[in-house]
């Protein structure tokens, strides 16, 4: 899968007090899709169940564009600034394995995003530079950092490998 992330804007609700020219207010989404958490049911209710129209398994496997992700003249253009909102999910074969690739934008502004997946391990495949920081989002940006240059070891598994071939490119 490779998966855009970034901030979106959303049409604010009738009645409300939203900031800004355009009524908008703050949303987020991969790949154009905003995740919007069910209130009928939970999910593994409706998955255990079968019972339908709780999620759609739709969620795209890839951004339906491809664009200069980090440039930000092109990330605040109209198709990417509004997100479809949906509670989409991806279904996955028993052992599945998946390979995901993150890849940011500048959709609103440049924001960092520390993805976390629940229930099962990421597994680090190869780090040379580690990143020590403030946990709080905001302070990233403002300079709360510094980081950690490891040299290879004296083996080729202690030795960082290239990047893949496949490797996205911005
Ligand atoms: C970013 O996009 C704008 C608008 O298309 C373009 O003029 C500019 O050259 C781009 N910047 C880079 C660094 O590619
Ligand atoms: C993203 O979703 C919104 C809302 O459905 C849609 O208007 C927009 O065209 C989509 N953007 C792209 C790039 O497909
Ligand atoms: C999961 O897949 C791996 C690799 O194909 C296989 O070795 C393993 O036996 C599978 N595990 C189960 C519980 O099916």
Redesign the pocket.
């Known amino acids: 899968m490779f998966v855009t992330i970034g901030l979106a804007l959303d049409v604010c609700p009738a009645n409300t007090t939203c900031q800004g020219p355009l009524a908008t207010k703050f949303s987020a989404s991969m790949n154009n899709e905003s995740f919007v958490l069910p209130t009928k049911l939970s999910m593994l209710q409706a998955f255990f169940s079968n019972v339908g129209g709780v999620y759609t398994t739709d969620f795209p496997a890839n951004p339906p564009v491809q664009f200069?992700y980090t440039?930000?003249?092109?990330n605040n253009n109209l198709p990417l600034l509004f997100a479809h909102k949906g509670t989409k999910v991806t279904k996955l074969k028993f052992n599945t394995t998946v390979e995901l690739v993150f890849q940011n934008t500048a959709i609103i502004g440049i924001e960092n995003h520390p993805m976390h997946l629940h229930g099962y391990n990421f597994h680090v495949l190869a780090q040379g530079v580690w990143i020590m920081h403030c946990h709080l989002d905001v302070h990233l940006p403002w300079g709360l950092a510094t980081v950690f240059v490891v040299e290879n070891g004296p083996t080729p598994t202690t030795t960082l490998p290239p990047p893949p071939a496949d490797l996205p490119q911005c």
């Open positions: 200069d440039n930000a003249s092109i």
